[in-house]
Structure formats: C-alpha cells, structure tokens
C-alpha cells in the first residue's frame, strides 16, 4: 500500500506471502473533482515516458548501485544513487533530487498486519529518503527492492518537477513510468516482461498477481 500526505509522500509496502515485497502495488483513489482530479487523470493515462535515459548509460549505473548494496555501505549506496539520479534528472532536464540512505526502516504493527517504511520523498527539500536494511533483522534489502524504490521515488520528483503533476498520485500510469524505467535499468528482455496487469477494486485498481507470477507459462 502507498499513500501521501502534506508535503510528503511515502512508500510502504504490505508483504505478500510467496512474491516479491515491494511488488504489493494498489493505485491511489481518484480524487472526486477539480484540478487534482483532472491531473489525477493525466498520470493515469501516461503510460509511456516519452524519453528515456542512455540505456547502457544506466545500466552500467545499476550495476554499480548493485555492488554498492552488496557491499552493505550506505555511502557508496547514495553516491551510485545520486549519479543514477544525476543521469534521471539530467534525462528530463530537471534539477537531481537529494538522496539520503538511511538504515532500518521504521515499521508499522497493527493487529492483523504490519508494513515497513521503503522510502519517501520531500516535496519541499525535493529529497528522497531510502530505508537500507528490513525492520526486524536489519539486512540489507535486495537490490532489486532498492533500485526499484529509488526509481518510484525519483518518478514522484518527475511529476512534479516535469509534468506538473502536484500531487504526484499513484496512478496506474505512474507506476508504469516506474516499471519502464526499472525494466530499462535492469536490462530485462522484452520478452521477459510483462504487461502490469490491473483488477479494479471499488475506485482503485491493484496489479493481478496471478498474471505476473507465471510469466512463462502464458501465451
Ligand atoms: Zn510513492
């Protein structure tokens, strides 16, 4: 589940059992009128970022990202993000967000469940904020988990930086942005990938897990 508020928007995430975390993905709900509604409605039906980043250019930045997480080191972490992010922002001529990596993410019990703080982002200081290591054990999350949330992370600064979307809602069409990029870091093969795939619940769409968890076996 992720939500916003004030000047913050915050991603957290609901564990489901047997799939990868931070895949637990709902739309926000639309907002009922007005402006935030009308760019409500433009984030939901961009589904494509026009431009994208050099892709061995990012590629290779991944890569580096990704031993910096092996490595377990925070600082090389946020200097391999901020050239990642240096790239992002210079990609869509835009000002880069600031990074900060911290350590064990902040967690939330509640009777029934509980969700783990992955990252936030600042409107106002125009920072992310990314949670390196699981709340309870303190390991260091994979990397695909945190590359996965830098790139969520800088598509909230894009909206509002780029495409003026204030509110920068998770929308059907944002977490496609997210995916295009993420997918484009990562090198994954077209065939590989797979539509994200939407199921309608009341006024707010979650991702169909069944249709991406045997991407294999469809046709
Ligand atoms: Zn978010």
Same mark, same amino acid.
């Given at each position: 589940m992720v939500y916003g508020s004030g000047a913050r928007i915050t991603t957290t995430i609901h564990p489901l059992p047997g799939? !990868?975390?931070? $895949?637990? !993905?709902? %739309?926000?709900?639309?907002?009922?009128? =007005?402006?935030?509604?009308? &760019?409500?409605?433009?984030?939901?039906? /961009? #589904?494509? /970022?026009? @431009?994208?980043?050099?892709?061995?250019? #990012?590629?290779? $930045? @991944?890569?580096?990202?990704?031993?910096? *997480? +092996? +490595? =377990?080191?925070?600082? $090389?972490?946020?200097?391999?993000? &901020?050239? *990642? /992010?240096? #790239?992002? +922002?210079? %990609?869509?001529? *835009? =000002? $880069?967000?600031? /990074?900060? !990596?911290?350590? +064990?993410?902040?967690?939330? !019990?509640?009777?029934? =469940?509980?969700? &783990?703080?992955?990252?936030?982002?600042?409107?106002?200081?125009k920072r992310i904020r990314i949670w390196m290591r699981t709340a309870v054990l303190g390991k260091v999350t994979s990397y695909r988990g945190l590359l996965h949330t830098l790139l969520h992370e800088f598509c909230h600064h894009l909206d509002r930086e780029r495409f003026g979307f204030l509110a920068t809602p998770h929308t059907r069409g944002f977490h496609a942005r997210v995916d295009d990029l993420y997918h484009l870091a990562l090198a994954t093969p077209p065939e590989d990938r797979r539509p994200l795939v939407w199921i309608r619940m009341g006024n707010a769409w979650r991702i169909d897990w069944s249709k991406l968890r045997s991407p294999r076996t469809r046709g």
């Open positions: 799939f !990868v975390k931070f $895949r637990g !993905v709902t %739309t926000d709900r639309p907002p009922r009128s =007005g402006k935030a509604r009308r &760019e409500f409605d433009q984030s939901d039906a /961009l #589904l494509r /970022l026009a @431009a994208l980043p050099d892709a061995r250019d #990012l590629q290779a $930045r @991944a890569a580096l990202l990704e031993k910096a *997480i +092996a +490595a =377990g080191d925070p600082r $090389r972490f946020q200097a391999e993000g &901020e050239l *990642i /992010l240096g #790239l992002l +922002a210079q %990609t869509y001529d *835009i =000002g $880069r967000p600031r /990074l900060r !990596v911290l350590g +064990a993410r902040p967690r939330s !019990v509640w009777e029934g =469940g509980h969700s &783990e703080l992955f990252g936030d982002y600042d409107f106002e200081e």
